[in-house]
């Protein structure tokens, strides 16, 4: 007999808002069929590895998704609904370690709640933990009627990298890094600057996204120095990086010329101030019109609008070649790529 095929099921992938159209091409490269699309996230139908889907770099999470055709959360505890319920949790705990269940909705406290994560702990011996579990079960109501229950498939966002050993305040998402390092375009023989590399975020992003000329990091403070080095060495790239510290402004790289300069500009909030800031943001642009090789792309993120735009307009070094305004914990920064004016 031919081996059986396996199931095509339906998945969530959830994406920080504004990188829905990067991760939209992430998945069609590797030929996973896209349903729909929300603002923070694709619906898709995947009858491979979940592997394949677990590996997306854009994706901050991964839940297998059940549609209900019934009126209210309650109807969920009925015979039909919640054996499928109880089967996808069952699967996903075999997957993987989860310490316990929990439920994010609209009403996840309710009693209605409790007693079906009592019911499901029973069911798949998943042990109901509403404050800590981290085997996470959204409810929300469907975009056809009824409801849709997404189960994550991870203990952890995907988002939380494995690499990641050492954190700083104001630290960068990776999925947002890759977003920008896929927005300047990652050739082999590229010669990349990150400026206030901090704890090294798009570094090991970037060198995970395949072979560059040259990849170079620099910070003027000494722990962040050391925190980017202590990632890079968990990723395995620590011998392909040359952090260097120094201020970003006067960078002494002599001859340099990057085809790539990134960087994640302080906010004034949790890193820097709102002063230092006006003569950082003109700054950097300065600085990355020195360092920069005549066809460079210069791709940086901010949440300084006003005053970042003030300063575009007052210079003319660089141009603004796409503008993605997109979600980091709660904020709206946008991501610029900039070119040779």
Known sequence: ?????????????????????????????????????????????????????????????????????????????????????????????????????????????????????????????????????????????????????????????????????????????????????????????????????GSGTLLVERFLDGPAGELVGVDQEADAIACAAANLAAAGAGGACTLLRADALTAPLAGAAFDVITADLPWGDAVGTHARNRELHPGVLVAADRLAAPDARLVLLTHELRLFRSVLTGQRAWRVARDLRVSHGGHFPHLYLLRRA
Do not use: H
């Open 1 to 197: 007999m031919p081996p059986t095929r396996p199931p095509t099921r339906e998945y969530e992938i959830e994406v920080a808002e504004g990188l829905v159209p990067l991760a939209r091409r992430e998945l069609t490269d590797v030929g996973v069929r896209v349903l729909g699309e929300r603002p923070d996230g694709l619906r898709v139908a995947w009858a491979g590895p979940l592997e394949r889907l677990l590996s997306l770099r854009l994706a901050a999470a991964v839940y297998r998704r059940l549609d209900f055709a019934v009126p209210r959360p309650k109807a969920l505890l009925g015979d039909a609904s919640f054996r499928l319920l109880a089967e996808a949790v069952a699967a996903t705990a075999q997957a993987a370690d989860f310490r316990g269940l929990r439920f994010a909705a609209a009403g996840a406290d309710s009693p209605v709640f409790a007693r079906l994560g009592r019911a499901l702990a029973e069911a798949t011996g998943v042990s109901f933990d509403p404050e800590d579990g981290d085997l996470l079960v959204r409810v929300r109501k469907s975009e056809e009627g009824g409801w849709a229950v997404l189960v994550r498939l991870t203990p952890r966002p995907l988002s939380a990298r494995p690499w990641r050993v050492c954190n700083r305040p104001g630290g960068l998402n990776a999925t947002l890094a890759v977003a920008m390092n896929r927005v300047a375009g990652s050739l082999p023989g590229d010669r990349y600057l990150n400026l206030m590399c």
